[in-house]
C-alpha cells in the first residue's frame, strides 16, 4: 500500500512537471508592478526623494542621499523589467530583497507590523489601538459634510498604519525567487541554462 502511495506521488510529480515554473512565474508577475511604480515615482521626483532621504528633521537622515536614492530608483526600474523577462532573476532579486530590508529598517520599523490599522490583528501596537476612534471621527466628519456614499463606493475608509508588513512579504518573495530562479519553461534564465549547460537551471 505505502509502495503504491509513493508511486502514485512520484508519478504526479512527473506530470506536475511542466507546471512547476509557474509559482516562480506568478511571484514575478506580482512584484513587477510594484517595484516598477516604486521606482517610476522615487524617479520623477528625484529631488525630492533625495531630500527626504538626507533630511534627519522630517526624513530618513541617510549618508550620501543622492547615492541612496540613485541606487534604490535604478535597482527598482531594472529589477521590475528583469523580472518581467526573468532575466538573472536570482542575481537581481539579491538587491531587491536589500532594498526591501532597508526600507523595513529605516522607513517602517517605527510603526510595527502592519501596514493598514487594524485593531483586531495580531501585533497591534499603540497608534493601530487608537484607529478606530479616528475612523469613527473621520466617518462622522464625512457622514455630516460629504456624500459618504459616494465616497464608500469603493470600498471602506481606513487608517494607514505604514508597518513592515508589505515590505517584509516583498522581501520574503524575493527570497523565494532566489531559491526558485525565473521558472522552469516561463524565463529567459531557464533557455539559457538549456543552451548552455547540461545540466540546465531553472
Known amino acids: 500500500m505505502i509502495a503504491q502511495l509513493q508511486q502514485g506521488y512520484h508519478c504526479a510529480g512527473r506530470l506536475l512537471t511542466p ?18 511604480m516604486a521606482g517610476t515615482n522615487k524617479f520623477n521626483h528625484f529631488d525630492d526623494t533625495v531630500a527626504w ?17 540613485a541606487l534604490a530608483t535604478a535597482t527598482e526600474l531594472l529589477g ?4 518581467l523577462l526573468g532575466f538573472g532573476t536570482r542575481l537581481i532579486s539579491v538587491p531587491l530583497a536589500i532594498t526591501m530590508v532597508v526600507a523595513a529598517l529605516t522607513v517602517h520599523w517605527q ?23 479616528k475612523l469613527e471621527r473621520a466617518r462622522a466628519i464625512l457622514q455630516a459634510h460629504g456624500n459618504y456614499d459616494w465616497l464608500t463606493s469603493s470600498g471602506n475608509f481606513v487608517v494607514l498604519n505604514n508597518g513592515i508588513e508589505f515590505a517584509a ?9 532566489i ?23 531553472r
Open 19 to 36: 507546471l512547476e515554473g509557474i509559482p516562480a512565474l506568478l511571484l514575478r508577475l506580482y512584484l513587477v508592478p510594484i517595484f516598477w
Open 53 to 69: 532621504m538626507g533630511n534627519s528633521e522630517w526624513g530618513l537622515g541617510l549618508p550620501l542621499p543622492w547615492l541612496m536614492t
Open 80 to 83: 521590475a523589467a528583469l523580472l
Open 111 to 133: 510603526n510595527g507590523w502592519q501596514a493598514i490599522a487594524d485593531a483586531t490583528a495580531p501585533f497591534a501596537n499603540d497608534a493601530v489601538l487608537a484607529a478606530p476612534e
Open 169 to 177: 512579504t516583498y522581501c520574503v518573495m524575493c527570497l523565494a525567487l
Open 179 to 201: 531559491a526558485l530562479g525565473g521558472g522552469r519553461y516561463v524565463s529567459v534564465d531557464y533557455f539559457i541554462a538549456q543552451k548552455f549547460s547540461a545540466t540546465p537551471n
